[in-house]
T-cell receptor, first 113, second 115 residues
Framework: AQSVTQLGSHVSVSEGALVLLRCNYS??????LFWYVQYPNQGLQLLLK??????LVKGINGFEAEFKKSETSFHLTKPSAHMSDAAEYFC???????????FGQGTRLTINP | EAEVAQSPRYKITEKSQAVAFWCDPI?????LYWYRQILGQGPELLVQ????????DSQLPKDRFSAERLKGVDSTLKIQPAELGDSAMYLC?????????????FGEGSRLTVL
């Protein structure tokens, strides 16, 4: 069964600094990987997804993530943080088709002015 | 842009009362999911439908929770009786049956507070 571990429940960076949110996964088959963002009292919005094409995936709002099979990782980065990036971020893994999506515990990103 | 619709957005109820949540997925999406998200945690799957059939309800507390999708379109999740520990965000999501990525589209969620 697949699983996701997000390292760090809370990350705080200064505005303009690099954002790095860590995600490691476990899957018995080649996985599909996702990052979702959640603003307070809202649903989840897809940031980006890895579906076995390019290992470096670009998403919305300037975020990108790199799939590293050897490290079983899918870390999320953004070169320069903006105040509007403050939110909860979830990494998720799927084994494809109509299989369920399994989420990590989430990382709360805080941006300091 | 097509969206997953959920109602109500917020529900406050007393312990032992019955509550119900409704979800209308994106048109044409055969797969529908109900997730529960406790504050500070990631969403956890409660039940998955393929058309009108349940394909995974292994994490649904069946003594008090029920879910149906009678015509394979919209769905209702019911809790009876509600307990304090049921306070959470209930998220509905949908996806294409034949998509091979497993990407889900989420609604805004229904926030339940049990007093």
């Amino acid at each position: 069964a697949q699983s996701v571990t997000q390292l760090g429940s809370h990350v705080s960076v200064s505005e303009g600094a690099l954002v790095l949110l860590r995600c490691n996964y476990s899957s018995s088959v080649p996985p599909y990987l996702f990052w979702y963002v959640q603003y307070p009292n809202q649903g989840l919005q897809l940031l980006l997804k890895y579906t076995s094409a390019a290992t470096l995936v670009k998403g919305i709002n300037g975020f990108e993530a790199e799939f590293k099979k050897s490290e079983t990782s899918f870390h999320l980065t953004k070169p320069s943080a903006h105040m509007s990036d403050a939110a909860e971020y979830f990494c998720a893994v799927s084994e494809g088709g109509a299989q369920k999506l399994v989420f990590g515990q989430g990382t709360r990103l805080t941006i300091n002015p | 842009e097509a969206e997953v619709a959920q109602s109500p957005r917020y529900k406050i109820t007393e312990k032992s009362q019955a509550v119900a949540f409704w979800c209308d997925p994106i048109s044409g999406h055969a797969t529908l999911y109900w997730y529960r998200q406790i504050l500070g945690q990631g969403p956890e799957l409660l039940v998955q439908f393929q058309d009108e059939s349940v394909v995974d309800d292994s994490q649904l507390p069946k003594d008090r929770f029920s879910a149906e999708r009678l015509k394979g379109v919209d769905s209702t999740l019911k809790i009876q009786p509600a307990e304090l520990g049921d306070s959470a965000m209930y998220l509905c999501a949908s996806s294409h049956r034949d998509r091979d990525t497993g990407e889900l589209f989420f609604g805004e969620g229904s926030r339940l507070t049990v007093l």
